[in-house]
Nanobody, 119 residues
Framework: VQLQASGGGFVQAGGSLRLSCTASSTFSRAARGWFRQAPGKELEFVAAIVWSAGNTYYGDSMKDRFTISRDNAENTLYLQMNSLKPDDTAVYYC??????????????WGQGTQVTVSS
């Protein structure tokens, strides 16, 4: 199974982006999530969603601005990012695994998509 993330780009502060993550085939994992890594920083949890029920969980600095969602029929994960800040600049990764904020609980990873927010 491969996860393909897309939708990153260059945006000014205050703008919005929508990331997508499509799986190459159907597979069974309880949850999918988004993580990000800024230059020189550790991987950071962004959000996760229970694939069947739709329960969501956010990192503290994202929950008022970001929305994670999924389309089960299309096997696609989304991350709507609003009110973007320069601190949101990072490579964003989608992942599949257990419903957790810990990257160790995810065993499928996409290749990452770059998000750059200018001030």
């Amino acid at each position: 199974v491969q996860l393909q993330a897309s939708g990153g780009g260059f945006v000014q502060a205050g703008g919005s982006l929508r990331l997508s993550c499509t799986a190459s085939s159907t597979f069974s994992r309880a949850a999918r999530g988004w993580f990000r890594q800024a230059p020189g920083k550790e991987l950071e949890f962004v959000a996760a969603i229970v694939w069947s029920a739709g329960n969501t969980y956010y990192g503290d600095s994202m929950k008022d601005r970001f929305t994670i969602s999924r389309d089960n029929a299309e096997n696609t994960l989304y991350l709507q990012m609003n009110s973007l800040k320069p601190d949101d600049t990072a490579v964003y990764y989608c992942a599949a695994g257990a419903y957790s904020s810990s990257s160790d609980r995810y065993d499928y990873w996409g290749q990452g998509t770059q998000v750059t927010v200018s001030s």
